[in-house]
């Protein structure tokens, strides 16, 4: 699961928008000003209907300030 969905920074966030564009969804902010540090993104390989697909969470992150 990713740590940023109870983070204070999501709506600022750069790792953020780049999981977003990774899953392909609408972004919170589309101009994120705050990079955080040392975000740990966690990247799941797995099949999917004949394919492969890509899972990408952060699991970590010394900026993790709780909402």
């Given amino acids: 699961m990713c740590i940023c969905l109870d983070c204070s920074w999501i ?3 750069t790792a953020y928008h780049r999981v977003e ?3 392909g969804v ?3 902010n589309q101009n994120p000003d705050f990079t955080p540090l040392n975000p740990q993104i966690h990247i ?3 099949e999917v209907e004949n394919s492969w697909g890509m899972e990408w969470d952060v699991r970590g992150c ?3 300030q709780a909402k």
């Fill in 44 to 46: 799941c390989v797995q």
């Fill in 26 to 28: 609408p972004h919170l």
């Fill in 62 to 64: 010394n900026s993790f």
């Fill in 21 to 23: 564009k990774e899953h």
């Fill in 11 to 13: 709506q600022r966030c």
